[in-house]
């Protein structure tokens, strides 16, 4: 009895903390801070933290960077990854690919505006590993902020 109860214990603790990686769904992402700043998502095994230049008034290239770490925050190694980025932005549509810089981060460079309207599909392979996606909004939320603050009539400002 005490086995089975031992057992049944042991399956709903597996159960509850599994269900707990389940939790960090986008809107967990979104209610807290990055560590380089930008907007993280959960695919598989991996959190894709995607940074894109946040003051680029009108579409022209700039850099795309995206870290790679564990549920836990821990770097994983980016080395033979591979990943691509479409940013639609509008009728505007534009693909960059993503190549390993440091140990966890991938670069590449496109040409897009930081709007809220901007959107994005990722794909990412790891090295010996199957494919991983994510969508991103990377300024939605930004701008929401900035929205309510002229509404409590705060005003932006840009440093």
Not at 18 to 37: M, N
Request: charged residues 20%.
């Amino acid at each position: 009895m005490k086995l089975l109860r031992w057992m049944l214990t042991a399956c709903a603790v597996v159960t509850l903390s599994s269900g707990l990686a389940v939790a960090h769904d986008d809107k967990y992402f979104d209610s807290i801070k990055s560590p380089h700043g930008g907007q993280t998502r959960m695919a598989g095994v991996y959190h894709f933290e995607l940074v894109l230049v946040a003051d680029s008034k009108v579409a022209k290239e700039n850099a795309v960077v995206l870290y790679v770490t564990d549920h836990a925050g821990k770097a994983i190694s980016a080395k033979g990854a591979s990943a691509s980025l479409v940013l639609v932005q509008g009728a505007n549509k534009v693909s960059v690919n993503l190549s390993p810089d440091t140990e966890n981060r991938l670069v590449g460079k496109a040409t897009y505006a930081s709007a809220a309207n901007l959107k994005g599909a990722l794909t990412v392979i790891m090295e010996n590993k199957p494919a991983e996606q994510a969508r991103f909004t990377p300024f939605a939320k930004a701008k929401a902020k900035e929205t309510k603050k002229e509404e409590a009539g705060e005003h932006a400002h840009h440093h």
